[in-house]
């Protein structure tokens, strides 16, 4: 029986042009002032910069090349740890400023409401970081969604393509693994997740025809559905 949702952001509960049409080029276009005003005095950024010049090589001390690395990853689209908690640091002015709300699919927003007041735990795993997350659904489209989560996950637990990262989820959670069910539109990620012994559905948003043996859901009600054939 199913009683922990897990589930993606981009793609799952939010649409892709959000993360990479708004939040990447904000990002980009915000990151060389926000490295430059925060790496004197702010030991968060400092922490993520020295990151960044140990993944990347460059000289920590030379912060036009960190920054080109930076943009560089961006667009490449890296699930770099210092670079998503960095974009998470630069989205926060963003969303307080009004410049962009946090895009939630109306079916995601509706059931996440649902399955919260129906007693199912919800946690979100995501390659942006924990604070991006809380970002997006706390400033969604549909308002402060945040008390319908009981806990956030990134890449600080491992990559979303390893199978160790939902074992380490499925640890700290407490739980059998097949009372969660991790929804994703990847379905590299679900392969993980099912190796670590989740239950898993593909999201396909979208008229798209695809050939998968993992349950398919359209949205958030098609879940719904599928999660009541799994219990
Ligand atoms: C938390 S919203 C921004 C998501 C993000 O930065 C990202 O890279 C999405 O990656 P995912 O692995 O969740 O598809
Ligand atoms: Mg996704």
Redesign the pocket.
Known sequence: MIRVILT????TT?SISF?HDV?FPYAAEHMADFVREQSADNEEVQAQLKAVAEESGVDANDLDALVDVLLTWIRE?R?ATPL?AL?GMIWEKGYRDGDFRGHVYQDAADKLREWHDRGLRQYVY????VK??KL?FGFSTYGDLTPFFSGYFDTHVGA?REVQAYQNIRDELGVEPDTVLFLSD?AEELDAAAEAGMETILLVRGEVSIDTTYPVARDFNDVDKLMSEID
């Open positions: 993606d952001i981009e793609g939010s993360v939040l689209d699930k998503k974009q995501s390659s942006g970081s991006a997350q997006i979303k990847v």
